[in-house]
């Protein structure tokens, strides 16, 4: 059956995983309801981030809202802005941290199988 809501109708749960702060999570499209995919949406608030980690599957982001930096083990920044996406690889470490005045959001896919 189709799925269609507002994503404001879905409660945000606080992330707290890998020392983030400022994080929520939506999940919209969990393991019970699709057979490949899992979808969320993500957002930091200002001066929030999600500390570096990395797993063993893959995920796709697409940035909604403002702007974050992605974070590599080295200690290197890339600016991430809205419209733009990412494509992170398996065992890749990877985090983000909000260094604006507005939150940021993004979808992040990612597959059901691995996770």
């Given at each position: 059956m189709a799925k269609h809501f507002h994503f404001k109708k879905i409660e945000p749960t606080e992330v707290t995983a890998f020392e983030s702060t400022g994080t929520n999570i939506r999940v919209f499209i969990s393991e019970e309801e699709a057979p490949n995919?899992?979808?969320?949406?993500?957002?930091?608030?200002?001066?929030?981030?999600?500390?570096i980690h990395q797993h063993p599957w893959e995920h796709e982001m697409y940035?909604?809202?403002?702007?974050?930096?992605?974070l590599t083990n080295d200690g290197e920044k890339e600016k991430l802005v809205k419209n733009e996406f990412v494509?992170?690889?398996?065992?890749?470490?990877?985090?983000?941290?909000n260094?604006?005045?507005v939150p940021v959001s993004f979808i992040c896919m990612i597959p059901k199988k691995n996770h």
């Open positions: 995919f899992i979808m969320r949406r993500f957002e930091i608030a200002p001066g929030g981030k999600i500390g940035i909604l809202s403002g702007e974050m930096f992605l494509y992170m690889p398996p065992n890749e470490p990877h985090g983000y941290v260094e604006n005045e």
